[in-house]
């Protein structure tokens, strides 16, 4: 670099420096203390300016910067890492008593020598290890199996309670560890959306958070709201302090227990939880975990029982370990709460696919922190396994799943004489007679046709997001538009006219109006109805609702047919040797285009302008051999579409840059890594508009 350009480069620097200071600092205030000390307007502005000016001086920004936290790191694969120190789990109970004979264990290994313990809250989530090198996150690594876990670094910045730079004094090299768990709140939030967008919902935060760590891309990661709870510090036998030496002296001492770690680990930017109290005996620490044990379902998040540990380092080596646990340390794990409640009726509903799903109605009980009054019964043959009778009283539970579970009968209070739960034979909704197939534990109603629960269903999955995508028709208007007589299969939407929609209402029971459509809502409807004509086929025929054919299936199938004459001309044979299409779903999809009606749809779809073969753009071989990697943020389109678009363009798309990589196609906010790696492989590194223009030639 000569003298002139590092004269001009100064003042970006120094800005660069400064911006990230700021953001760091507002960061800082408004995730630890729920503080803002500026306007959102603003710190956008300044959140702008830093990724700006980053971009325009890829070598000035900090590999930390607060624009990490947006993400836009894609991992194709995650790199298996070994643990510096492995992770070890923990010796863990249900029984109380067990933890009497852990604690007069410890003190009979002890002796004379006075010490504490340390409980706290053992958090529902997904372990991992953040390595921290002179104050900087370097690496985040999932638990995995102890030894080996996942690099999810890239992942791990986003979470906002996760210090990128550390404050204060701080040991020049450890790794803090603790626990990424997904808040109630937040959880539900985003299962209610996948349900929206037609998505399978988590069972539990803990899925939701090691599925959002495992995304490929971390821009995703970042909108999950997912919290790091610190309970380790993982210290070498010798470490030195760095930082700001003001600190060094209170750093030593408190790093004398495991208490006083935690401590100083809060005023090195992690959030610990304030849950954590030191107690001195077993009654101590009985009464902890009786506290938690009722008041666990006040906090934001779920935990599954307490964790006790000696709280002094320094008699951590001479209790040792066993094979693959401390034994300073235990997990005392809640058991599932469990109560017992009169089962009032039992009700069926009808899914889209007509499968019919038994309802226990239940006395309303209070339930870990919510009120439960109703719980799926699975299908007829768990009511049988159960022996469920009319007027029993079912035990239900509630464990780490925020979904409560019958999993019993309460035998004492059945009546004599109780008779067995009648199971329908005709279908609530229509009165079609059920269906039980051959090895198939549920019953379904077969009148696809009439039923409308099922009309609706398919409805409403037809457009979501990932189908179709029909914004402005909620459940409401679908049923409006169903009621009205004027959509009854999805090719009906193709025809709907503006005086249709016009001044549609509709009310409950109540008399309160549900769902209306005025001049603006029909505009939007209809442009989002013509708009969907452009949704590619692999999403129309993800859009049709096959029993068993999901996003990823359908796309398979799209790819592998190419066209829907040849898809509805397959064998079940052919059918099954597509990728993850297994024996008992291809023939599902054989009968369903085996079916009159579905041919009859599929035409009329077809002639209301849906696309039925794979984009004519898929076809172009202008990239045949070409290996691309993708990193950044796109203006034209997201990442997973560009990446699309290289492989209909006959390109192969790969995660990581190596010698076989022609092209790194470089977005905004492309990741520091990636950047070193194919400068230092010579790579060629271009934009998306280099990439657009090199298609056009
Ligand atoms: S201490 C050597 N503290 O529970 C000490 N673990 O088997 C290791 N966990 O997977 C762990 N909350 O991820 C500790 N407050 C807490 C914890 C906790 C949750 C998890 C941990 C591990 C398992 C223990």
């Given at each position: 670099?000569?003298?002139?350009?590092?004269?001009?480069?100064?003042?970006?620097?120094?800005?660069?420096?400064?911006?990230?200071?700021?953001?760091?600092?507002?960061?800082?205030?408004?995730?630890?203390?729920?503080?803002?000390?500026?306007?959102?307007?603003?710190?956008?502005?300044?959140?702008?300016?830093?990724?700006?000016?980053?971009?325009?001086?890829?070598?000035?920004?900090?590999?930390?910067?607060?624009?990490?936290?947006?993400?836009?790191?894609?991992?194709?694969?995650?790199?298996?890492?070994?643990?510096?120190?492995?992770?070890?789990?923990?010796?863990?109970?249900?029984?109380?008593?067990?933890?009497?004979?852990?604690?007069?264990?410890?003190?009979?290994?002890?002796?004379?020598?006075?010490?504490?313990?340390?409980?706290?809250?053992?958090?529902?989530?997904?372990?991992?290890?953040?390595?921290?090198?002179?104050?900087?996150?370097?690496?985040?690594?999932?638990?995995?199996?102890?030894?080996?876990?996942?690099?999810?670094?890239?992942?791990?910045?986003?979470?906002?309670?996760?210090?990128?730079?550390?404050?204060?004094?701080?040991?020049?090299?450890?790794?803090?560890?603790?626990?990424?768990?997904?808040?109630?709140?937040?959880?539900?939030?985003?299962?209610?959306?996948?349900?929206?967008?037609?998505?399978?919902?988590?069972?539990?935060?803990?899925?939701?958070?090691?599925?959002?760590?495992?995304?490929?891309?971390?821009?995703?990661?970042?909108?999950?709201?997912?919290?790091?709870?610190?309970?380790?510090m993982m210290l070498p036998s010798h470490w030195e302090a760095a930082g700001d030496p003001a600190g060094t002296t209170e750093?030593?001492?408190?790093?004398?227990?495991?208490?006083?770690?935690?401590?100083?680990?809060?005023?090195?930017?992690?959030?610990?939880?304030?849950?954590?109290?030191?107690?001195?005996?077993?009654?101590?620490?009985?009464?902890?975990?009786?506290?938690?044990?009722?008041?666990?379902?006040?906090?934001?998040?779920?935990?599954?029982?307490?964790?006790?540990?000696?709280?002094?380092?320094?008699?951590?080596?001479?209790?040792?370990?066993?094979?693959?646990?401390?034994?300073?340390?235990?997990?005392?794990?809640?058991?599932?709460?469990?109560?017992?409640?009169?089962?009032?009726?039992?009700?069926?509903?009808?899914?889209?696919?007509?499968?019919?799903?038994?309802?226990?109605?239940?006395?309303?009980?209070?339930?870990?922190?919510?009120?439960?009054?109703?719980?799926?019964?699975?299908?007829?043959?768990?009511?049988?396994?159960?022996?469920?009778?009319?007027?029993?009283?079912?035990?239900?539970?509630?464990?780490?799943?925020?979904?409560?579970?019958?999993?019993?009968?309460?035998?004492?209070?059945?009546?004599?004489?109780?008779?067995?739960?009648?199971?329908?034979?005709?279908?609530?909704?229509?009165?079609?007679?059920?269906?039980?197939?051959?090895?198939?534990?549920?019953?379904?109603?077969?009148?696809?046709?009439?039923?409308?629960?099922?009309?609706?269903?398919?409805?409403?999955?037809?457009?979501?997001?990932?189908?179709?995508?029909?914004?402005?028709?909620?459940?409401?208007?679908?049923?409006?538009?169903?009621?009205?007589?004027?959509?009854?299969?999805?090719?009906?939407?193709?025809?709907?006219?503006?005086?249709?929609?016009?001044?549609?209402?509709?009310y409950d029971s109540d008399g309160l109006r549900r769902a209306s459509i005025q001049d603006k809502g029909a505009d939007n409807?209809?442009?989002?109805?013509?708009?969907?004509?452009?949704?590619?086929?692999?999403?129309?025929?993800?859009?049709?609702?096959?029993?068993?054919?999901?996003?990823?299936?359908?796309?398979?199938?799209?790819?592998?047919?190419?066209?829907?004459?040849?898809?509805?001309?397959?064998?079940?044979?052919?059918?099954?040797?597509?990728?993850?299409?297994?024996?008992?779903?291809?023939?599902?999809?054989?009968?369903?285009?085996?079916?009159?009606?579905?041919?009859?749809?599929?035409?009329?779809?077809?002639?209301?302008?849906?696309?039925?073969?794979?984009?004519?753009?898929?076809?172009?071989?202008?990239?045949?051999?070409?290996?691309?990697?993708?990193?950044?943020?796109?203006?034209?389109?997201?990442?997973?579409?560009?990446?699309?678009?290289?492989?209909?363009?006959?390109?192969?798309?790969?995660?990581?840059?190596?010698?076989?990589?022609?092209?790194?196609?470089?977005?905004?906010?492309?990741?520091?890594?990636?950047?070193?790696?194919?400068?230092?492989?010579?790579?060629?590194?271009?934009?998306?508009?280099?990439?657009?223009?090199?298609?056009?030639?």
């Amino acid at each position: 670099m000569d003298l002139f350009s590092q004269i001009d480069i100064e003042p970006a620097r120094k800005r660069i420096d400064e911006l990230t200071r700021l953001i760091d600092q507002y960061n800082y205030e408004y995730y630890m203390n729920d503080r803002s000390l500026v306007s959102d307007f603003e710190f956008d502005k300044l959140l702008r300016e830093l990724t700006d000016l980053e971009r325009q001086y890829p070598e000035l920004a900090h590999p930390n910067s607060p624009t990490k936290r947006v993400g836009g790191e894609v991992n194709k694969t995650f790199r298996q890492v070994t643990h510096r120190f492995p992770m070890l789990s923990l010796g863990n109970t249900y029984s109380i008593e067990e933890i009497v004979d852990f604690e007069a264990r410890t003190r009979k290994l002890l002796g004379d020598i006075p010490f504490s313990y340390s409980c706290e809250l053992k958090y529902d989530g997904v372990a991992i290890g953040l390595t921290y090198r002179h104050g900087q996150l370097v690496q985040a690594v999932t638990r995995g199996n102890g030894a080996v876990g996942d690099d999810i670094t890239s992942n791990a910045r986003t979470i906002p309670t996760i210090p990128l730079k550390l404050r204060g004094c701080y040991p020049d090299d450890f790794e803090a560890r603790g626990e990424v768990v997904y808040p109630f709140d937040a959880f539900e939030a985003f299962n209610r959306q996948r349900e929206a967008d037609g998505d399978e919902p988590f069972a539990n935060p803990r899925n939701a958070a090691s599925g959002s760590l495992k995304l490929q891309d971390s821009a995703e990661c970042a909108k999950r709201k997912l919290q790091f709870c610190m309970y380790f510090m993982m210290l070498p036998s010798h470490w030195e302090a760095a930082g700001d030496p003001a600190g060094t002296t209170e750093l030593q001492q408190s790093a004398a227990t495991h208490s006083g770690r935690l401590q100083a680990a809060t005023r090195m930017g992690f959030k610990v939880q304030p849950y954590i109290k030191e107690c001195k005996d077993i009654d101590e620490i009985r009464a902890f975990i009786d506290y938690w044990d009722s008041e666990r379902w006040n906090l934001p998040f779920a935990i599954d029982g307490i964790v006790i540990k000696v709280n002094q380092v320094s008699l951590w080596d001479q209790l040792g370990l066993t094979a693959k646990s401390p034994r300073w340390a235990i997990a005392y794990k809640f058991k599932a709460q469990q109560v017992s409640t009169p089962l009032l009726s039992v009700s069926f509903q009808v899914g889209r696919t007509g499968v019919i799903t038994p309802v226990a109605n239940m006395q309303p009980v209070w339930l870990g922190g919510t009120t439960v009054k109703r719980a799926t019964l699975v299908n007829a043959d768990f009511i049988e396994k159960m022996d469920i009778r009319e007027g029993d009283s079912l035990l239900v539970e509630k464990g780490g799943e925020i979904i409560p579970k019958v999993v019993g009968v309460d035998l004492q209070k059945r009546q004599p004489g109780a008779r067995p739960i009648a199971y329908i034979t005709h279908c609530p909704e229509c009165g079609a007679r059920l269906v039980r197939a051959e090895g198939e534990a549920g019953h379904y109603c077969p009148n696809q046709d009439d039923c409308p629960p099922q009309i609706i269903g398919r409805l409403e999955h037809f457009v979501s997001r990932k189908a179709m995508n029909i914004d402005n028709l909620g459940s409401e208007r679908l049923e409006m538009l169903y009621q009205k007589g004027l959509v009854r299969d999805v090719a009906d939407l193709y025809s709907l006219s503006r005086e249709q929609l016009v001044g549609l209402e509709s009310y409950d029971s109540d008399g309160l109006r549900r769902a209306s459509i005025q001049d603006k809502g029909a505009d939007n409807i209809l442009a989002a109805i013509a708009q969907s004509r452009e949704v590619p086929f692999e999403r129309v025929l993800f859009a049709l609702g096959i029993r068993y054919v999901g996003e990823v299936g359908a796309k398979k199938l799209a790819r592998y047919f190419k066209h829907i004459d040849s898809l509805m001309a397959a064998s079940i044979e052919e059918l099954a040797t597509v990728e993850d299409v297994g024996e008992k779903t291809a023939a599902f999809i054989y009968d369903y285009f085996h079916d009159e009606r579905h041919q009859r749809l599929i035409e009329r779809l077809r002639q209301a302008g849906l696309k039925f073969t794979l984009s004519d753009l898929h076809i172009t071989h202008q990239l045949d051999g070409k290996t691309f990697v993708v990193s950044g943020v796109f203006s034209r389109f997201s990442r997973d579409e560009i990446k699309a678009h290289i492989e209909q363009h006959g390109g192969k798309v790969s995660g990581s840059i190596s010698g076989k990589t022609d092209y790194v196609l470089a977005g905004e906010k492309m990741g520091p890594e990636k950047l070193k790696k194919a400068e230092k492989l010579g790579v060629p590194i271009i934009s998306e508009e280099d990439y657009l223009r090199m298609l056009e030639s």
